[in-house]
T-cell receptor, first 113, second 115 residues
Framework: GEDVEQSLFLSVREGDSSVINCTYT??????LYWYKQEPGAGLQLLTY?????DMKQDQRLTVLLNKKDKHLSLRIADTQTGDSAIYFC?????????????FGKGTHLIIQP | GAVVSQHPSRVICKSGTSVKIECRSL??????MFWYRQFPKQSLMLMAT?????????EQGVEKDKFLINHASLTLSTLTVTSAHPEDSSFYIC???????????FGPGTRLTVL
């Protein structure tokens, strides 16, 4: 079955880079997503990558995809206190409305001053 | 980006009553809407997928008679939790996807507490 795994916590110092890792099992996944959730709030789409891409960069965010190892990572450069949140990795088969997403349990990013 | 709203944001109800949660896509037409459930410190679990004008498709283990979903228009889907019990207390999040979108856009969620 489908499974998305993430470590539960990551602690970094303010100003350092954060790297959040995710592994998935379904090799037929077409889209891989990173969402951010702040306490008591809904999900904010940060970025996504197509399965035929290796890397995507968007300002402070860099997504790396190793399709062979089914490994996805999100790097946040110059981590700030406002980046403190839970980050969810998710996989899907289609970009828009056709299929629901499978989420990991989320990585709680903790920023140390 | 596309905006999805949910109403109410929080609801507290007595056991045995029914609660309706609305999900609206404000600036795009959501051909498909999804309902997820999130337990504290857990991941989101897909409950059901609804396409405008047709019956919802429920994930395994989700009772369709308990969680009634209606997707009457391209901008509105509702989830009704019938005969709610304390174990139904959770954070319910909807999302909308369309033929011209690259991803799903999530609502802010509804916190349901059943006493």
């Amino acid at each position: 079955g489908e499974d998305v795994e993430q470590s539960l916590f990551l602690s970094v110092r303010e100003g350092d880079s954060s790297v959040i890792n995710c592994t998935y099992t379904d090799s037929s996944s077409t889209y891989l997503y990173w969402y951010k959730q702040e306490p008591g709030a809904g999900l904010q789409l940060l970025t996504y990558i197509f399965s035929n891409m290796d890397m995507k960069q968007d300002q402070r965010l860099t997504v790396l995809l190793n399709k062979k190892d089914k490994h996805l990572s999100l790097r946040i450069a110059d981590t700030q206190t406002g980046d403190s949140a839970i980050y969810f990795c998710a996989e899907g088969y289609s970009g828009g409305g056709a299929d629901g997403l499978t989420f990991g349990k989320g990585t709680h990013l903790i920023i140390q001053p | 980006g596309a905006v999805v709203s949910q109403h109410p944001s929080r609801v507290i109800c007595k056991s045995g009553t029914s609660v309706k949660i609305e999900c609206r896509s404000l600036d795009f037409q959501a051909t498909t809407m999804f309902w997820y459930r999130q337990f504290p410190k857990q991941s989101l679990m897909l409950m059901a997928t609804s396409n405008e004008g047709s019956k919802a498709t429920y994930e395994q283990g989700v009772e369709k008679d308990k969680f009634l979903i209606n997707h009457a228009s391209l901008t509105l889907s509702t989830l009704t939790v019938t005969s709610a019990h304390p174990e139904d207390s959770s954070f319910y999040i909807c999302s909308g996807g369309g033929l011209d979108t690259d991803t799903q856009y999530f609502g802010p969620g509804t916190r349901l507490t059943v006493l």
